[in-house]
Nanobody, 117 residues
Framework: QVQVVESGGGLVQAGGSLRLSCAASGSIFSRYTMGWYRQPPGKQREFVARITSRGNTNYADSVKGRFTITRDNAKNTVYLQMNSLKPEDTAVYYC???????????WGQGAQVTVSS
């Protein structure tokens, strides 16, 4: 069983920055692909960014060049640095851990990010 906990959400003005953290416990962190998803108000959850155990990354087109996903395997933590935030980035952000060998997935409880115009 893996526990995934997000932190770092909040309220920021457009153009500002925030960094989300996601701590995973209960298993060997390096065995997981980690990702960030978000759910804007009234919309479906959508993919934001992903990082593999080897550090390969990919991003949604809407955040490319503004968001950066990194991981620290020694701290069992993945980060999402969000710069040049826009009001349309307002959403609940979720962290997802996928075990490479089994495709079992674990989700965090979500962190609210609100960007004011």
């Amino acid at each position: 069983q893996v526990q995934v906990v997000e932190s770092g959400g909040g309220l920021v003005q457009a153009g500002g920055s925030l960094r989300l953290s996601c701590a995973a416990s209960g298993s060997i962190f390096s065995r997981y692909t980690m990702g960030w998803y978000r759910q804007p108000p009234g919309k479906q959850r959508e993919f934001v960014a992903r990082i593999t155990s080897r550090g390969n990354t990919n991003y949604a087109d809407s955040v490319k060049g503004r968001f950066t996903i990194t991981r620290d395997n020694a701290k069992n933590t993945v980060y999402l640095q969000m710069n040049s935030l826009k009001p349309e980035d307002t959403a609940v952000y979720y962290c997802r851990a996928v075990e490479i060998s089994t495709n079992l997935e674990y989700w965090g409880q979500g962190a609210q990010v609100t960007v004011s115009s």
